[in-house]
């Protein structure tokens, strides 16, 4: 069963913002936490689900998704509504093998962030996860 606790993630802008995800329900075993927008509005808040499941066998499977909504602000009849208009989505899952200790899989863990890591330290794939070039070969 996942800890349910508020969660910090700091983003890569140019000045970079703590995105602060708060727990707010637990389903099946899947933990969701939501970044409360400026306007307090329900529409498009960040959403950060995640669980952990020990497989038969002793396998050890992490499911994270991270969903960021791009909101904008209408004016329907004097009124502002909110209304999504774009959505993108990140997920992270690990299948670890029942052999590995936990030591070993912190370092692959470690490795995995290294995948996501800045354009100067990882030039390549930051392109293709940025999705910056459309030829890569």
Do not use: W
């Not at 508020?6 to 995800?21: E, F, G, Y």
């Not at 020990?54 to 209304?83: A, H």
């Amino acid at each position: 069963m996942p800890t349910l606790a508020n969660i910090t993630i700091l983003d890569r802008a140019v000045a970079p913002v703590s995105h602060v995800l708060k727990p707010r329900d637990l389903k099946a075993g899947r933990a969701f936490c939501y970044e409360d927008r400026a306007d307090f509005s329900p529409v498009g808040e960040n959403q950060l689900s995640y669980q952990v499941d020990f497989m038969p066998g002793g396998r050890k499977k992490s499911d994270i998704k991270l969903t960021i909504f791009k909101v904008v602000s209408e004016t329907i009849n004097g009124v502002i509504v909110n209304k999504v208009l774009d959505t993108t989505y990140y997920t992270q899952k690990m299948d670890f093998g029942p052999s590995f200790t936990p030591a070993e899989r912190d370092a692959i863990v470690g490795m995995a962030m290294k995948i996501n890591d800045t354009a100067a330290n990882q030039p390549i794939l930051n392109k293709i996860t940025t999705c910056s070039e459309k030829n890569m070969g």
